[in-house]
C-alpha cells in the first residue's frame, strides 16, 4: 500500500485488525525486516500491526526532507492518518530514535512506546564486538558476499539468523537511495525537547551490542516514568532475531501495560 504524506510516498504493508501498532525499522533496509521480528513475537489477534518503509528505504520515497526532523514530521502525520487515531509506536534502532521523536513532538498520537536497541543522538560507550554463539553450519545457506554484513549485524551466528539475515535484512539494503539518506542524515538531530512522556513504554538494549551499546538506552529511564527496562545478554543489535522469545515477553508485558483498556 502507498500513501501520499506531503511530497513524499510512503510504502507499507500491514497486517490485522484492532489496535494500530506501528513498527519503525533500522537504517540501511525496509520494513521487510521489523516485520519478520515482530510477526513472530506479536499476538495475532487484536492488533493492527502496520510497518512502513522509511523515507530513502524500500519503495518510500523522501521528497522534500532534508533532516531527521522533517522524517519525524512525516512519521507522525503518517501515524495519524493511516491509524486513523493514537497508535502504539514501536521502532529499533534508528527506527527507535525518529519513534522518540514522534512521541516528543505528537506525544497524543501515541498510546505507549517501545524502543529496541535505540540509537540516540551519538553513541557514547559501546561495548567491542562480541560472538555470543557461532554454530559450524552458520554460513551453509549465505553467499558468501553477504558474510560480512552478517557478521557485522549479527552476534549469534546460527543457521537460522543467516537466512533470516539473507531473507529479511539483503533485500532491503538492495533499495536504499544513498543520496536521499545523506541529505537526510545531514541533518540528524532530532527536537526530542525537555518533557518526560508518561504513557506505557519499553526500553530494551543488548549485552552484546556493538553499534549502539545498552549505556545510552538505560540514561532514557529519567525520560519515560512508566518505562520497563531490560538489558539482555546474549543478544547484539539484532537482538529481535536473536533473543526472540525474551523479545515477545518483554513486548507482551508492554503491550498488556499500553493497550487501551476498553479494548
Same mark, same amino acid.
Given at each position: 500500500?502507498?500513501?501520499?504524506?506531503?511530497?513524499?510516498?510512503?510504502?507499507?504493508?500491514?497486517?490485522?485488525? @484492532?489496535?494500530?501498532? +506501528?513498527?519503525?525499522?533500522? &537504517? @540501511?533496509?525496509?520494513?521487510?525486516? /521489523?516485520?519478520? &521480528?515482530?510477526?513472530?513475537? =506479536? !499476538?495475532? &489477534?487484536?492488533?493492527?500491526?502496520?510497518?512502513?518503509?522509511?523515507?530513502?528505504?524500500?519503495?518510500?520515497?523522501? @521528497?522534500?526532507?532534508?533532516?531527521?526532523?522533517? +522524517?519525524?514530521?512525516?512519521?507522525?502525520? %503518517?501515524?495519524?492518518?493511516?491509524?486513523? @487515531?493514537?497508535?502504539?509506536?514501536?521502532?529499533?534502532?534508528?527506527?527507535?530514535?525518529?519513534?522518540?521523536?514522534?512521541? &516528543?513532538?505528537?506525544?497524543?498520537?501515541?498510546?505507549? $512506546?517501545?524502543?529496541?536497541?535505540?540509537?540516540?543522538?551519538?553513541?557514547?560507550?559501546?561495548?567491542?564486538?562480541?560472538?555470543?554463539?557461532?554454530?559450524?553450519?552458520?554460513?551453509?545457506?549465505?553467499?558468501?558476499?553477504?558474510?560480512?554484513?552478517?557478521?557485522?549485524?549479527?552476534?549469534?551466528?546460527?543457521?537460522?539468523? #543467516?537466512?533470516?539475515?539473507?531473507?529479511? +535484512?539483503?533485500?532491503?539494503?538492495?533499495?536504499?537511495?544513498? #543520496?536521499?539518506?545523506?541529505?537526510?542524515?545531514?541533518?540528524? !538531530?532530532?527536537?526530542?525537547?525537555?518533557?518526560? %512522556?508518561?504513557?506505557?513504554? $519499553? /526500553?530494551?538494549?543488548?549485552?552484546?551490542?556493538?553499534? +549502539?551499546?545498552?549505556?545510552? #538506552?538505560?540514561? $532514557? =529511564?529519567?525520560?519515560?516514568?512508566?518505562?520497563? *527496562?531490560?538489558?539482555?545478554?546474549?543478544?547484539?543489535?539484532?537482538?529481535?532475531?536473536?533473543? !526472540?522469545?525474551?523479545? #515477545?515477553?518483554?513486548?507482551?508485558?508492554? *503491550?498488556?501495560?499500553?493497550?487501551?483498556?476498553?479494548?
Amino acid at each position: 500500500m502507498e500513501r501520499r504524506i506531503g511530497t513524499s510516498e510512503i510504502h507499507y504493508v500491514e497486517h490485522g485488525t @484492532g489496535v494500530p501498532l +506501528v513498527a519503525l525499522h533500522g &537504517a @540501511g533496509v525496509d520494513h521487510r525486516e /521489523i516485520e519478520a &521480528a515482530m510477526e513472530a513475537v =506479536l !499476538p495475532r &489477534a487484536g492488533y493492527r500491526r502496520i510497518y512502513p518503509d522509511l523515507p530513502g528505504m524500500g519503495y518510500s520515497t523522501s @521528497g522534500g526532507l532534508t533532516g531527521n526532523n522533517d +522524517v519525524v514530521d512525516l512519521l507522525g502525520e %503518517f501515524i495519524e492518518r493511516v491509524a486513523e @487515531g493514537p497508535a502504539l509506536v514501536l521502532g529499533h534502532s534508528y527506527g527507535a530514535y525518529l519513534a522518540r521523536g514522534v512521541a &516528543a513532538r505528537r506525544p497524543g498520537a501515541v498510546l505507549g $512506546l517501545a524502543l529496541v536497541c535505540p540509537l540516540a543522538e551519538q553513541a557514547t560507550t559501546v561495548p567491542a564486538p562480541t560472538v555470543v554463539r557461532q554454530d559450524h553450519d552458520a554460513y551453509d545457506d549465505l553467499e558468501a558476499e553477504h558474510r560480512p554484513g552478517f557478521e557485522d549485524y549479527f552476534a549469534v551466528r546460527t543457521r537460522a539468523t #543467516a537466512r533470516r539475515y539473507r531473507d529479511r +535484512v539483503v533485500p532491503g539494503t538492495r533499495l536504499v537511495d544513498e #543520496a536521499a539518506l545523506g541529505r537526510i542524515f545531514a541533518g540528524w !538531530p532530532v527536537d526530542l525537547g525537555e518533557s518526560t %512522556f508518561s504513557p506505557p513504554s $519499553l /526500553i530494551v538494549a543488548g549485552r552484546q551490542d556493538s553499534a +549502539v551499546g545498552y549505556a545510552d #538506552a538505560v540514561r $532514557l =529511564l529519567d525520560r519515560y516514568p512508566r518505562a520497563g *527496562l531490560a538489558v539482555i545478554d546474549g543478544a547484539g543489535h539484532a537482538l529481535l532475531h536473536e533473543r !526472540p522469545g525474551v523479545a #515477545a515477553a518483554l513486548v507482551q508485558d508492554w *503491550l498488556d501495560r499500553a493497550t487501551p483498556r476498553e479494548r
